[in-house]
């Protein structure tokens, strides 16, 4: 099981959504409670629910597994 | 023996959905959450005034399984409104701060309701006895 970490979080958002920029903060220090903070031009035209929605995609079922929690901010760039 | 596509925890998840105009699936209870994220959705709930059901996800981890199947939605909480998934922490709590929730619920905000989201309470330990309210 990975143990996930800001830079790893990043990384991913980044490699699966085309021209992302995310900001990842560890919210406990603990490894397992992130925020991030998501732009990305294909968010536009999209509802709040669905880009949420395509973050967490990104992670599978590591969402409630070795992340226990993922806080969410996303805007259209 | 014939296999049965019966799944009455995901039956009664849909049928709660569709029997409350406004419910609240969370960790523990409004009146003891479980987690911080719960806390403050059940906060910036109560600050609007509307009225809500809630259930609390805990009890049994088919339930939390089952909602998130349904709603296609990795986390807890999750508030629908007339049926539709409105979201979690982030999204209710942005739209509190927008007046956004107010108006999705259906009620005037109160005059005197706080500009940012409340904190909500520190989530106590779990509570000794657990309402499930799907089963009544």
Not at chain 2, 44 to 69: H, K
Request: glycine share 8%.
């Amino acid at each position: 099981m990975f143990v996930p970490s800001t830079e790893e979080l990043k990384l991913r958002i980044e490699s699966a959504i085309p021209g992302a920029r995310a900001e990842v903060t560890d919210l406990t220090g603990g490894g397992d409670h992130f925020r991030a903070s998501v732009l990305a031009p294909e968010f536009a035209g999209m509802s709040r629910i669905e880009q949420h929605r395509r973050v967490y995609a990104v992670f599978g079922p590591d969402i409630g597994g070795p992340i226990h929690a993922l806080s969410l901010e996303t805007r259209a760039e | 023996m014939s296999e049965t596509t019966e799944n009455p925890i995901r039956e009664a998840i849909a049928d709660a959905i569709n029997d409350h105009e406004v419910i609240l699936f969370m960790k523990g209870t409004p009146e003891r959450p479980a987690c911080g994220f719960s806390a403050r959705t059940v906060a910036a709930l109560e600050a609007t005034g509307a009225r809500f059901a809630a259930v609390d996800i805990l009890p049994d981890p088919r339930i939390r399984q089952e909602l998130s199947a349904l709603s296609n939605w990795p986390t807890i909480p999750q508030l629908f409104v007339k049926g539709e998934l409105v979201g979690g922490c982030d999204i209710v709590v942005e739209m509190y701060e927008s007046g956004e929730l107010a108006e999705t619920l259906g009620v005037a905000p109160p005059a005197d309701a706080p500009d940012h989201a409340p904190a909500g309470n520190e989530p106590g330990a779990p509570p000794l006895q657990i309402q499930n309210n799907l089963e009544s």
